[in-house]
């Protein structure tokens, strides 16, 4: 839905900020001094916190550009990638307010592509763009790289079809191992973030659209190191009034004493071949 022009308000009524257009997303950076607004005339706003001080201001779409901003999202405190109303994705750098890199849609996929939302790999240093996109009526996520020059340039390497229908919800762990996503039909799936493989399925897990997701921060105990194997829920929330929490599962790596029996099935192929050869 959209939010109205008004940012924020005290407690006494009185309006702290107050935007030139109506607000379509919101993220806070990394370390919760900034925040951005997306809006419906293409800009992205990025605003001290809690002063709410313009800080910059981007337009990335609006007339004769992409559009109205649908989605944005960080990479720490500096970078803020947009989703834009004409499916393609902007991102650019807050302190410089220097557009780093305008990304049409995946090339390849049927009828017409367009990225629905956008988040960032969650940890530090991956510089990886991760994409909700929805095309021929299903819905695809796709990664972005970034190159190691400075500044870097994102261009799309990899995508998947991850659900039968639109997406229509979606969010990265903040741990970087997952992504998720909810559909126009209320089904709700995983994924390895580095891979793109499926990792987990909740069908019909709503009984329509899933309206919102996100996954959770798996805790650490002070004075503990994080724990690998651990793995963030996803929580979903649709437009029937409900909510489901689906645990991702991770794909099993091959069992290493399965490698030589495979080996050896394969060498056994290829003598059998030759026989029918001869």
Known sequence: GVIPRVLFRTRSGRDV?????EIKALAFSADGRSLAAGGEDGAVRVHDWPSLKLKSELVVGGPGGGGGVRDVDWAGDDTVAAALDDGSVAVWSVATSRLLSTLPPPKGLPGSPSVARVRFDRVAGRRRLL???????????????????????YTWTARTRLLPAPITAFDASPCGRFVGAGSADGDVRCACARTLRP???ATKGHMIFVTAAAFETVAVRP????????????????????????APRPPRPLPAALLPLLLALLILALFLGELALA
């Open 17 to 21: 900020a107050r935007g030139p257009t």
């Open 131 to 153: 994409a909700a996109v929805n095309a021929g009526g299903a819905g695809w996520v796709a990664a972005a790289d970034a190159s190691a020059a400075t500044p870097p340039v």
């Open 199 to 201: 990792a987990g399925r």
């Open 223 to 246: 004075g503990t190191k994080a724990d690998a194997a651990a793995v963030p829920r996803f929580l979903t929330v649709s437009a029937d009034a409900s909510a489901r929490v689906t």
